[in-house]
Structure formats: C-alpha cells, structure tokens
C-alpha cells in the first residue's frame, strides 16, 4: 500500500521569503510524484511532477521539487514567495504499473503568504 | 479549449436520498477519474473509467457508482446518502494511454442534511 505524509498541515510566511512545503511517501513499489496546488474554490492544478531522469523539477512560476529516494521525500521549495502563491498544496503519488491511474494524496498544506 | 466541466456546483440532498452528479472531461482526453475530497482532507480516489468500463476502483462502498458514456462524460451516482459523504466531489481526466498529467475540474460541492 502507498501513503503520502505532508508533515506541516499549515506554514504562514512572509511575503518575499523562501517556503519549503515537506512531503514524504512511504510505497513499496516505484512511484511518480505530483505536486498539485488548490486555490479557494476551485479545483486542483497540477504544478510539477516527477516521472524519471533528474530528480529536481521546476515549474512555470518558481517552484521547484526534488525527489529524493533514500530519504522517500519529495519536498516543495520556493526561493521568494507572493501573496498570490496563497492556497493549499498537495503532494501525491501514483504507482509507476497504474499507466495513469489512482492518485493518492497527501493531507495538504495551506500555505498563508502574508504581506 | 474548455478544461473539465462539473455539474451541479452545488448541492444540497437529504439524508437517504440519491444523487447524480456530471463531469464532462477536457477535449481529447478520453480517461475519467471521480475523487472525493471532504473539508480539511486530500482528495480520496473513488473510481476511474475507460471505454465505458470502470478500470479501478478506490475503497468506497457500492453505494458508489459510475458511468461513462460515448462521448467520454461521465456521472456519478451516491445512493442512501449518509451525512459523512458530505464533500467536494472532483473529476479528473486525461489522454489516451500513459499519460499521468491529470486534468481537475471545478468540483462540485455536495451537502448532506
């Protein structure tokens, strides 16, 4: 069975400062990982994910996650948070045999920037 | 290029009572996956369906069930609603074979009293 821990359920930040949203997986078979980000009311978004090659990856606007198989993490980070970045993340994983299939997501992160 | 569209976006249901609810998947994507997300939580994986057929299945009760049609929509139907299924209930699609970017819609918000 897969799990998905995100390890802070809220992280309150200043506006400008640098954010890392921790998540770990626990699975016994290999995964691919996802970072979704949810605005109030609205739906999930996808904001990065990881399949295979280098383990950092970056989105479109200045995230960045690293994927870290010793340690099963898979950290979201950003250098120089705004307010705009204020939602609520989730990490996930899917199971590499699943072609596309079954999500299963962590608890969530609210991150709160604040001015 | 409309994404994902939900219907209703909300709804209010009795205890005991049915519900249906629409999801209509982003042009090109033929694969149609159903999550349940209550207040607080990370969505919870209920079903996915391929070529009409239900592929996987999440732990839910078979008061869950689904369909997809033709054109790759897809409902959800709750029956003998419980208070606890109180929920954002979120469709998902995506692109034929392994693709793994899959696409949200809105949601939509069902209230049990």
């Known amino acids: 069975a897969q799990s998905v821990t995100q390890l802070d359920s809220q992280v309150p930040v200043f506006e400008e400062a640098p954010v890392e949203l921790r998540c770990n997986y626990s699975?016994?078979?290999?995964?691919?990982l996802f970072w979704y980000v949810q605005y109030p009311n609205q739906g999930l978004q996808l904001l990065l994910k990881?399949?295979?090659?280098?383990?950092l990856v970056e989105s479109i606007n200045g995230f960045e996650a690293e994927f870290n198989k010793s340690q099963t993490s898979f950290h979201l980070r950003k250098p120089s948070v705004h307010i705009s970045d204020t939602a609520e993340y989730f990490c996930?994983?899917?199971?590499?045999?699943?072609?596309?299939?079954?999500?299963?997501f962590g608890q969530g992160t609210e991150l709160s920037v604040k001015p | 290029d409309a994404g994902v569209t939900q219907s209703p976006t909300h709804l209010i249901k009795t205890r005991g009572q049915q519900v249906t609810l629409r999801c209509s998947p982003k042009s090109g994507h033929d694969t149609v996956s159903w999550y349940q997300q209550a207040l607080g939580q990370g969505p919870q994986f209920i079903f996915q369906?391929?070529?009409?057929?239900?592929?996987q299945r999440g732990n839910f009760p078979d008061r869950f069930s689904g369909h997809q049609f033709p054109n790759y929509s897809s409902e959800l139907n709750v029956n003998a609603l419980l208070l606890g299924d109180s929920a954002l209930y979120l469709c998902a699609s995506k692109g034929y074979g392994l693709s793994y970017e899959q696409y949200f819609g809105p949601g939509t918000r069902l209230t049990v009293t």
């Open positions: 369906y391929y070529e009409e057929e239900e592929r």
């Open positions: 990881y399949l295979s090659g280098s383990t």
């Open positions: 699975s016994s078979v290999s995964v691919y």
């Open positions: 996930a994983v899917s199971d590499t045999g699943n072609q596309g299939g079954k999500l299963i």
